[in-house]
């Protein structure tokens, strides 16, 4: 396969993948700040700090993997306290960054605050490849990234992975509690992991509101990140203007065991359009029979594949398993114009030929090693959703089984929890603007859960793309609905019928594409 198709491929699906598969990942401040195109927050030159209400920015430049481009922004850490009932213990620098607004008249008093995806993104580093489509946003308004605590360059909380190939392929309750535990036990140097929740951030991104001083903010979340806006508004509806919500996730929903059921569903939507074409199906099969045939043969016994590294272009030796089919499988069904080629790897791995899904399949792991800050991650997920880390018959013959479901759970047997709320499952009522968003073919949060939401929400408007997976804010007319929302704040007057050119993405027969 040509690798220059292959790495646009896999960009496209690592622009825009919220949960990593993988269950830990190493840390390192400096290979975190590597990996992910960490801005470089020292100042370009000497001189005088620019004043956001109390806190001052000095310019810095932010960029992204997989982007040329970089963007000219003001950076500033903001100190909050760890533990709020402790205000003169440990303290938080949250890591910040101000996009200031490009247009030439007066900027609006609002500005709009990005909440990235995870749990485990950090929203500075995130930014930059979503800002095309905070274009028009931008021309009236500022946009105010706040690393979450745990994240980024807001004191980081990353798990080191196994470095031996056969640890870290086990996921075993007893591997997963010990890796954990070891994690827990380096992280409590420098945090305590009880306070890096939600509700800690919530807190957070309230005292940064009220530092700038901006009476009101527009909230844009992305997955996860919807989980925050949705507890701001809740906590915070004076302060809170609109709310985008891009792939969400209802208050109401546990996040221990949605992923094999969604994934499945997705992938029968992304291969049935393989099926339903006579070539695709003449030339590659049931997708879904192939791939269930794979890994079950790769289940009983993992190949050893010889494969050419697509970054180094050097000849490697790998072993292939079951479980790095099903991540690969995972994170491509998250973007549909990625998941196209899947039949075609598919295929061609149950003929014997696995070089081409060992090299995607090693170049997204070493593209995630530092995607998510698996501590931070640990400590949402375990203190607000333990209670849905159970596992289900009906998902044991799914894709990704019930494996992932039972390591969450293991390692929150170890994990320090933190308090929520008692009604942190609510689901959130309230008269604010929102605008809801999800993909047709999502594979972690699918259009029912944007439904929920909005049955609550009076002012409220869910738009559904067609053939879309995760993180659709950027899909086509898209930008210019979400600009016109953020003006004027009432998504019911919003034109959708632009998004009726939106099409499928038809599947690969051939590394050409999908004619033959």
């Known amino acids: 396969m040509n690798s220059r198709k292959i790495r646009q491929l896999i960009a496209i699906a690592l622009a825009i993948a919220i949960f990593g598969y993988r269950t830990l990942h190493p840390s390192g401040t400096d290979a975190a700040k590597a990996a992910s195109g960490k801005q470089d927050a020292t100042p370009v030159a000497p001189v005088k700090p620019v004043m956001l209400g109390k806190i001052a920015f000095t310019p810095c430049t932010l960029s992204a993997a997989m982007s040329k481009d970089s963007l000219e922004a003001q950076c500033a850490h903001f100190e909050v306290p760890e533990d709020r009932r402790h205000p003169d213990g440990r303290k938080i620098a949250l890591n910040i960054a101000w996009l ?12 709009v605050f990005f909440l990235a995806g995870g749990p485990g993104q950090s929203a500075v580093d995130s930014y930059p490849l979503l800002d095309p489509a905070f274009r028009d946003v931008r021309k009236r308004r500022s946009v105010i990234l706040v690393d979450q605590r745990g994240t980024g360059d807001s004191n980081l909380l990353a798990c080191k992975a196994p470095q031996d190939e056969d640890d870290a392929a086990d996921t075993s309750p007893e591997a997963m509690r010990a890796q954990a535990s070891a994690c827990a036990a380096d ?10 929740t939600t509700t800690d951030a919530v807190a957070d ?35 809170t203007r609109s709310i985008v919500l891009d792939s969400p996730v209802p208050n109401t929903m546990g996040l221990g065991n949605i992923f094999a059921r969604n994934l499945d569903d997705a992938l029968a939507l992304q291969f049935g359009l393989c099926t339903q074409d006579p070539a695709c199906k003449d030339t590659l099969g049931d997708p879904r029979a192939e791939l269930d045939a794979l890994l079950t043969r790769l289940r009983k016994q993992p190949v050893q594949v010889q494969y050419r590294d697509a970054t180094s272009g050097e000849m490697k030796q790998g072993v292939l398993r079951a479980q790095t089919v099903a991540g690969l499988v995972r994170m491509y069904a998250y973007m549909p114009l990625a998941a196209s080629l899947l039949p075609k790897l598919i295929h061609d791995a ?34 607000e959703d333990a209670d849905s880390m159970v596992t289900r018959p009906d998902d044991a013959k799914t894709v990704l089984g019930n494996d992932m479901t039972a390591a969450m759970a293991a390692m929150c047997t170890v994990w320090p929890t933190g308090q929520v709320p008692a009604d942190f499952h609510q689901p959130l009522r309230t008269p604010v603007p929102a605008l809801v968003l999800a993909g047709e073919f999502d594979p972690v949060t699918p259009p029912r859960y944007g439904k929920e939401i909005v049955e609550h929400l009076p002012n409220g408007r869910l738009f ?10 950027a899909v086509g007319c898209m930008p210019k609905l979400f600009a016109r929302f953020i003006e004027n704040a009432n998504a019911r007057t919003l034109d959708g019928t632009c998004l009726d050119t939106l099409s499928y993405s038809a599947p690969f027969i051939n590394f050409n594409g999908a004619g033959p």
């Open 187 to 196: 992280l409590s140097k420098k945090a305590d992991l009880r306070f890096y």
């Open 350 to 383: 149950n003929a014997g030929h696995y070089e081409n899904l060992m090299a995607l399949a090693k170049m997204m792991s070493g593209d995630l090693e530092n995607a998510l800050a698996m501590g931070m991650q640990l400590s949402v997920v375990c203190s």
């Open 100 to 111: 200031q607004s490009t247009g030439n008249g007066d900027s609006a008093p609002d500005p």
């Open 205 to 239: 991104l309230d005292a940064v509101r009220q530092a700038i001083g901006a009476q009101q903010i527009n909230l844009v979340g992305v997955s996860y990140g919807t989980r925050v806006a949705q507890q701001y508004a809740m906590r915070h509806p004076q302060a």
């Open 464 to 473: 559904v793309l067609k053939g879309q997976g995760h993180g659709v804010l």
